[in-house]
């Protein structure tokens, strides 16, 4: 955690009492109770981009309800980049409507993921699927901010995204956007559960048919 952290959660925190009072937070830096309404906040994914002078850096903001994100925003400061969606009212950058996700041949996919690098206990179960991936799709990516990962899986940059033992803050806002353009957002068994393990699939569907192919191969050993 950095002073810009905790800055960038303050002044998050400021707006949403102000605009949405009365509304739950969860917040990465400050903590909070769940509850079935809540906000939750990430206000700096990819710390250690951001140390490190990667532009790879994002602010994420979800609105969940009924335990389920409907509102996300994700921000991406250098690259002057703003993601936002709604359920039932499409996903957008800088303003301009994403289109559905194009049809694609998985053999041809780009595939973002994230190392389990805070839980490396995860290794074991991530190692293979990380395999299995690099050997089915064309190539995968690594940038370090999962919720950018997310968003550029809804813009198109890339066609899918997976990971394991993530926190709410960090999928939440981007698998709105993923799902709004046809995607789907699914954990590594193909349920909901992703929302609170963190273990998510989140692709355009021909992409994401295959992750859960893939992950399945990797329960299985």
Known sequence: MTATDRRSESAILEVLAREAPGIAVLA???????ASTMWAVDPLDGTTNFTRGFPSVG???A?????????????????????????????????????????LEPARAVVATGFPFRNKGLLPRYLPM?????????DLRRAGAAALDLAWTASGTFDGFFELGLDTWDVAAGAVMVVE????ATDWSGGDAWIDTGDILAAAPD??????????????G
């Open 28 to 34: 990465e830096e400050r903590g909070g109770a769940r």
């Open 181 to 184: 353009v046809g995607g789907r």
């Open 59 to 61: 602010v994420s903001v």
């Open 207 to 220: 992409v994401h048919e295959v992750l859960l192919e893939l992950a399945a191969q990797t329960t299985q």
């Open 130 to 138: 990380f395999n299995h991936a690099l050997a089915r799709f064309e």
């Open 63 to 103: 609105l969940l309800d009924a335990g389920r994100p409907v509102v996300g925003v994700v921000l991406a400061p250098f690259l002057r980049l703003e993601f936002t969606a709604a359920r039932g009212g499409g996903a957008s950058l800088n303003g301009e409507r994403l289109p559905p996700h194009r049809e």
